[in-house]
């Protein structure tokens, strides 16, 4: 049985380009950045050359870049570092329902540190309205951190309306753009962020190495503390094997030509599963402010988590969590009102550059066979 890869909002095959570049990076740029001698000297060079292809993608400076372990780390770096570099005990952070963990939980780190946390509601597409933003705002304000597209619906925030509403009120604003980088624009100029994170392993770069493109003249605390590393932001020996990973996977996120051919895969595939299925199908989030690759559908009165294991050779994801023995609606789900009927039986489905149209046409198929065993 062809096994069909539908996941590709958790992580991305290695592109070839990619690899290519951190090959040479094993046999050729093997010292120490910091090192003052020749081969320190060239793995330094290979450093802020793929430091300046990362801030290329982004339309920003090379020295705004910090290179992190992965978008994690550098969603955890923009909150809790913005958070202690202030110093103040009545902080207030605002973000939305409905971010990833990386962010969820470096909010409630800091929310048990004294800040205060509004979390801003979504409508059914799982959209925020930017006047509940304008509203919330409050003199303590310090940061708006909410997400350029979601991961698990594939829904795309307001942000420039965002980002100029924090403008507007001085308040720095951080986006997490790891799913939306590759797919579609992230220049930060445009989008209007002081703050944005990146994961290379959701762009054909490898795991283990993301970035934070920081707006000049924003301080914010290390989270890791020793020498003074990516300008004194993030301390410990930089590899440049990673960096040219991740460099090599921004310089060709800038061409996006496959992304149309990828829509047309994702509507096909909700076509077909429409005509295969009627009203025992419905989608979730927006119809138009998605993600070009992203397809959540929920089968009415399933439960996704049954379909998701009855599916062979497939790789797809279901936000539902199982605790102790029950399954739970997905919290982004959950936020955007979407009953319980309905949120259960949902699956995400995520294509890439290698999906082809012979894959979405057999996973339909297998789809209604894991239907008729469930």
């Not at 925020?128 to 350029?148: F, G, K, N, Q």
């Not at 720095?172 to 579609?184: C, V």
């Not at 990673?242 to 061409?255: D, E, F, I, V």
């Amino acid at each position: 049985m062809n096994r069909i890869y539908l996941d590709y909002n958790a992580s991305t095959p290695v592109d070839p380009a990619v690899a290519q570049a951190m090959r040479a990076v094993l046999e050729e740029h093997y010292g120490n950045p910091s090192s003052t001698h020749w081969a320190g000297e060239s793995a330094r060079a290979l450093l802020e050359r793929s430091r300046a292809q990362v801030a290329d993608l982004l339309g920003s400076a090379p020295s705004d870049i910090v290179f992190t372990s992965g978008g994690s780390e550098a969603n955890n770096l923009a909150l809790k570092g913005l958070f202690f570099a202030r110093r103040n005990p009545r902080a207030h952070v605002i973000t939305s329902a409905i971010e990833h963990p990386s962010i969820v939980e470096p909010c409630r780190f800091i929310e048990r540190s004294g800040a205060r946390i509004t979390r801003l509601p979504v409508d059914g597409t799982g959209r925020i309205d930017p006047d509940d933003l304008r509203r919330a705002i409050t003199a303590e304000t310090i940061l708006i951190s909410v997400m350029h597209a979601n991961n698990e619906v594939g829904t795309i925030q307001p942000i420039e309306d965002l980002a100029g509403i924090a403008r507007e009120y001085g308040v720095p604003y951080h986006t997490d753009a790891a799913q939306s980088a590759g797919k579609i624009a992230t220049q930060v100029v445009e989008l209007g962020a002081d703050l944005l994170s990146l994961a290379g392993h959701k762009f054909y770069g490898p795991k283990g190495v993301g970035a934070l493109y920081i707006r000049p003249g924003l301080a914010l605390e290390s989270l890791i503390h020793g020498a003074g590393h990516e300008r004194g932001r993030r301390a410990g020996t930089e590899s440049a094997l990673l960096a040219a990973g991740l460099a090599a996977a921004c310089t060709l996120a800038k061409n996006r030509k496959w992304t149309e051919r990828v829509r047309e895969l994702r509507d096909r595939l909700w076509t077909s599963l429409r005509e295969r299925f009627g009203d025992r199908v419905a989608q979730n989030g927006h119809a138009e402010h998605r993600l070009p690759n992203t397809l959540n559908v929920s089968f009415v009165g399933r439960n996704g988590v049954d379909i998701l294991a009855a599916l062979d050779g497939i790789a797809a994801s279901t936000g539902s969590a199982c605790h102790s023995g029950r399954i739970e609606l997905s919290p982004v789900l959950r936020a955007m009102g979407v009953p319980e009927r309905i949120g259960l039986g949902a699956i995400r489905f995520s294509l890439g550059r290698y999906t082809t149209r012979e894959e979405i046409d057999e996973a339909v198929d297998r789809i209604r066979v894991a239907l008729e065993s469930t």
